[in-house]
């Protein structure tokens, strides 16, 4: 037997009693990447680019907990998004919260959404992520609406220049990517993580090992959910002025996705790697080719679902079960 | 004293769309007892485990489970509750390992310590934990199911068509597996068409036709059944 399937076998009984190695991999995974994105804000001057990649690694982590664990794609997870920096501004302008608490309010906003949609987890497949995404346009139109205007301002947008610190929003981006990728470590290697992707594989056989099915799902639909509450606040603080549409824009929905899906959902790294590498590309295809750039992103894409479909990981895995 | 039955099934009736697939079983299972379910294809064996098991309710009639009331109870509360089963097609979870499958069931079973690797080994899957389970064979997942069930401490156990697609020599190891099975105490109901298994692993059998019981004792005294013998042979 190779080497490799030998350290799979070892490494099989990883709940509860896990090599050393594992465990010090584990804190990398959670430390290195914010402690990365530090070190580029100190080589690299354009910290908004940075700072939106960091949201869109919170948003890809909080997707693939919810879309990676348990097979439900939500195309309506903007909505946390817009709720956490709803959540946040709301928070500023009539609790006159400092903005740490406020920012925890947003992820709160996000949470209390998912919360209340938590039946469409009765849902499954396309019809689930259709509700979804109707759930997010409806929360926008809510928000939107000119009637609130004493609430929301309405259409007109949100101002949160009194708080504005682009520094420290960018600490709290560096912190979010951290608490995103700890959760994302916490769920892959726990005894819920597991239960998870047991449930992912057969709801069914999952209840007769004794799941409880319907909490699972919850948990990591409001966990999920409350990432994404995250993000939307420190992108809110960081940007400062915002409009709905900007908050709700179901790109972002797309973004986070597609991130996902091209570094690998279930996996610790996948999501990361995506998100940091497409809006990279992304981003420098967009000043280098700016009159094409929209049609080289989507051929880009494709090429990927077409011959990546189970994402970046997916080779190195394919590697390992074959034991190469 | 005869011990009071781990599981009783008294007008067990249900129906898809209109059509009655159970009308009316009744089936009592003591402990340490090895019942075979026994009936031509598409009389209600499968049907009636999945209702017992929570897959399908009820239309009508009663489960009682170990004292308990478990009609139409959700698959994990039975679960808790004493009971489960295993899959006439196999259902691991393929993208954990086999040691996982069996770590799922202990950790949201009714008895979390028991070592996973015992449980294994019992079910003849010893030095197989690293594997990934979708690398298994169809034997070998079958008995990953079984393994996976019993990790959840049940005590009464339903095994639809475990020898189903087991080579010979695997055979007396699976019987002897059920017999252990029921020596600890545990009530076993087992579905299965190879008769040469049904005689020696099962006490006695309940005969069902088009959703109803039409025999119960012994397989000897099946056998000379003639209502038993016109369903199975058509004469």
């Known amino acids: ?324 | 004293m005869v011990a009071s039955p781990a599981l009783q099934v008294s007008g067990l009736t249900r129906s898809f769309g209109g059509l009655p697939a159970l009308a009316g079983v009744d089936l009592e299972l003591r402990p340490g007892e090895v019942v075979g379910l026994l009936g031509p294809n598409g009389s209600g064996k499968t049907t009636l485990i999945n209702v017992v098991s929570g897959v399908y309710r009820p239309t009508s009639g009663k489960v009682e489970l170990l004292g308990h009331d478990a009609t139409g109870r959700a698959p994990e509360r039975l679960v808790r509750l004493g009971l489960n089963r295993t899959f006439q097609t196999p259902r691991p979870f393929r993208p954990l390992s086999v040691l996982e499958n069996v770590q799922v069931a202990l950790r949201h079973g009714r008895d979390a310590r028991q070592s996973p690797e015992e449980i294994l080994d019992l079910c003849g899957l010893g030095g197989q934990g690293g594997l990934p389970a979708e690398s298994l064979n169809s034997s070998q997942q079958k008995r990953l199911d079984l393994a996976r069930a019993l990790a959840t401490a049940p005590e009464v156990l339903l095994v639809d068509e475990l020898a189903a697609g087991m080579r010979h020599d695997e055979l007396d190891g699976a019987a002897e597996l059920l017999r252990k099975l029921a020596a600890a105490g545990r009530a076993l109901l087992v579905v299965e068409h190879l008769m040469g298994f049904v005689r020696q692993v099962t006490d006695r059998v309940v005969v069902l036709n088009a959703g109803t019981t039409i025999f119960a004792g012994s397989l000897e005294e099946a056998s000379e059944d003639p209502h038993v013998v016109e369903v199975f042979l058509g004469a």
């Open chain 1, 1 to 324: 037997m190779s080497s490799i399937a030998q350290r799979l076998r070892a490494g099989a009984g990883a709940v509860g009693r896990r090599p050393r190695r594992q465990v010090v991999g584990d804190v990398l995974l959670v430390v290195v990447p914010p402690a990365g994105f530090l070190v580029a804000s100190l080589v690299y001057n354009n910290q908004l680019l940075l700072l939106t990649m960091m949201v869109y690694v919170a948003l890809a982590q909080g997707l693939n907990v919810i879309f990676g664990f348990t097979g439900y794609l939500p195309f309506g997870y903007v909505g946390f998004f817009g709720a956490g920096a709803y959540g946040t501004a709301l928070s500023v302008h009539f609790l006159h919260a400092p903005i740490a608490l406020a920012i925890l309010l947003g992820g709160l906003a996000g949470l209390l959404v998912a919360a209340l949609l938590s039946p469409l987890l009765r849902l499954t497949g396309a019809y689930f992520a259709i509700a979804s995404l109707a759930a997010a346009e409806a929360l926008y139109y809510l928000i939107s609406n000119p009637q609130l205007t004493a609430v929301t301002n309405g259409p007109y947008g949100v101002n949160l220049a009194s708080v504005y610190n682009s520094g420290a929003a960018y600490l709290a981006a560096v912190v979010l990517v951290g608490v995103a990728m700890l959760c994302v470590v916490w769920v892959r290697r726990s005894h819920f993580g597991m239960a998870l992707r047991a449930i992912r594989a057969d709801p069914l056989a999952a209840r007769l090992a004794g799941v409880n099915v319907v909490r699972a799902r919850t948990i990591a639909w409001l966990i999920s959910a409350t990432l994404a509450g995250l993000a939307g606040a420190i992108y809110a603080w960081a940007v400062s002025v915002f409009y709905p549409e900007a908050v709700f824009d179901l790109s972002i929905s797309v973004f986070a996705i597609v991130f996902a899906l091209f570094g690998g959902v279930g996996t610790v790294l996948g999501p990361l790697l995506g998100a940091v590498i497409l809006y990279g590309v992304y981003n420098y295809i967009g000043v280098s080719q700016p009159q094409d750039f929209q049609l080289i992103y989507g051929v880009l894409i494709v090429l990927i679902v077409l011959f990546l479909p189970n994402g970046l990981l997916s080779i190195r895995l394919r590697r390992l079960w074959r034991g190469r």
